[in-house]
């Protein structure tokens, strides 16, 4: 007969642990029950034993594993689950230890006779308070399944625009960190053993010689050069952390060539569907800016829109003046969110501007791809070529004399 170890709640705040024999887990269970305990969890205990480690072990909660738990969780409840029960499925199927420890602590929690909301608000690690507050939203109109749908559909978008710009730029990064560090190679290794070749030659061409310096000072500094650059890199994350360092890079970011534009407007459908999304649950806007200006990945953003919540909807104007008066935002936004105002439908409106600027990132995408990709191969193809050449100079320069 099998032993199952079990957690289980006696009364509102005991909880006991301890294990028994039983034919099954649902006989497990019901035995539990005629003890007078509400169990949380009960599972075989050879199972348990064979995953200590993966449990010691268990890998991070991503955005991805929310995701899924969201749409399990909405699918449990459409079809008249109840929370506990489909928390307890939920807990018992998934394999990340780590969001199996959160989904109990949250039936822990439930069981106390508190809300699904307020249980989440106890892990603002994985359930941020946008989250939060649309599920609180969901309880109190009785349309929970509804909003976790929702959610599940807009972190679902938000995370194929992620994959893409992700996408769009891995492979140029990956061209642009092989080239360098191919070059600091040649530079500071190889060619100082070729130079050498050279050294009894009186009259080297221009090129020639700017390439032995080149080399000369990489082969004699290299660790400077590698030991500055970390430094560099580390003091650069660093003003990034800070305040007024973030709004600085994230500036800039909004004026770099091919990737401005795609930056923006990914953070724009990103902002817009949660901002919809927010409206159609009920939150006041005042209230609903506030929460979507948290998901504008680019500082600088996050500040218009702050500026235009107090400038306009503070007052009782409208957010169509506010983003009018805003310097990134596109007219375009501003005068389809005006366009909902008039019609009483800024939801549907703002759901058109995060179509239209996803399809956009989607265009841009490619676009940047097929533009970068060239570009940086030119670059590191014409820093070669340099060198090429300015190998084979002093040669034809010497096979001339000798005719």
Same mark, same amino acid.
């Given at each position: ?16 642990e301890g294990?028994?024999q ?5 006989v497990?269970?019901s ?11 009960v ?13 010691i ?28 029960r ?23 929690t439930i ?26 939203s969901?309880?109190?109109a ?32 990956? $061209? #642009?960190? +092989? &080239? ?5 190679? @040649? ?9 050498? !070749? /050279? ?6 061409p221009l ?13 004699k500094?290299?660790y400077? $050069? #590698?030991? +500055? &650059? ?5 003091? @650069? ?7 007024h360092?973030? !709004? /600085? ?5 909004l004026?770099?060539?091919?990737v401005?534009?795609?930056?923006k407007?990914?953070?724009i ?5 949660t901002?919809?999304l ?13 929460l979507s200006?948290d998901?504008?990945?680019n ?10 919540r ?5 007052q009782?104007m ?7 008066r ?6 375009f936004?501003?005068n389809?969110?005006a366009v ?5 439908r800024l ?11 996803e ?7 490619r676009?940047t791809?097929?533009l970068?990709?060239?570009?940086l191969i ?6 070669v ?10 040669i ?8």
């Amino acid at each position: 007969m099998p032993t199952y170890l079990y957690k289980a709640k006696n009364g509102p705040r005991e909880t006991i642990e301890g294990e028994l024999q039983a034919d099954s887990r649902s006989v497990a269970v019901s035995r539990i029950d005629a003890m007078g305990y509400h169990p949380v969890w009960v599972r075989e205990k050879d199972v348990v034993e064979t995953s200590v480690a993966r449990r010691i072990f268990g890998r991070r909660i991503s955005n991805r594993d929310i995701t899924v738990f969201t749409s399990q969780l909405a699918s449990l409840t459409r079809s008249g689950v109840p929370i506990l029960r489909a928390l307890t499925t939920i807990a018992n199927q998934t394999e990340n230890a780590s969001l199996q420890k959160v989904v109990q602590n949250l039936q822990i929690t439930i069981r106390d006779g508190e809300m699904l909301s307020d249980a989440l608000s106890k892990h603002p690690k994985h359930f941020n308070e946008l989250y939060v507050n649309m599920v609180r939203s969901g309880e109190s109109a009785g349309v929970l399944d509804v909003i976790l749908t929702r959610i599940t559909e807009a972190r679902e978008r938000e995370e194929e625009t992620r994959r893409k710009v992700q996408a769009a730029m891995a492979y140029p990064i990956l $061209i #642009l960190s +092989v &080239g360098l560090a191919t070059v600091f190679a @040649l530079f500071a290794f190889f060619l100082p053993r070729v130079v050498v !070749l /050279f050294s009894s030659y009186d009259d080297l061409p221009l090129p020639t010689q700017i390439l032995i310096g080149i080399s000369d000072f990489f082969s004699k500094k290299w660790y400077w $050069i #590698l030991l +500055v &650059g970390f430094l560099v890199a580390a003091v @650069l994350k660093r003003l990034a952390a800070l305040e007024h360092g973030k !709004l /600085f890079f994230d500036r800039i970011k909004l004026h770099l060539p091919l990737v401005s534009r795609f930056l923006k407007e990914s953070d724009i459908a990103r902002f817009a569907r949660t901002l919809s999304l927010l409206l159609e649950t009920g939150s006041p806007i005042d209230r609903a800016l506030a929460l979507s200006s948290d998901t504008l990945r680019n500082s600088v953003l996050q500040e218009e829109v702050g500026e235009a919540r107090d400038s306009t909807v503070r007052q009782g104007m409208p957010l169509s003046e506010g983003l009018h008066r805003t310097k990134y935002f596109p007219p375009f936004v501003a005068n389809l969110v005006a366009v909902g105002e008039e019609g009483g439908r800024l939801p549907e409106a703002l759901t058109e501007v995060a179509v239209f600027y996803e399809k956009q990132v989607e265009q841009q995408s490619r676009m940047t791809t097929s533009l970068l990709e060239p570009l940086l191969i030119l670059l590191v193809g014409a820093i070669v070529g340099f060198i090429v050449a300015a190998m084979l100079l002093p040669i034809f320069q010497l096979g001339g004399a000798i005719r």
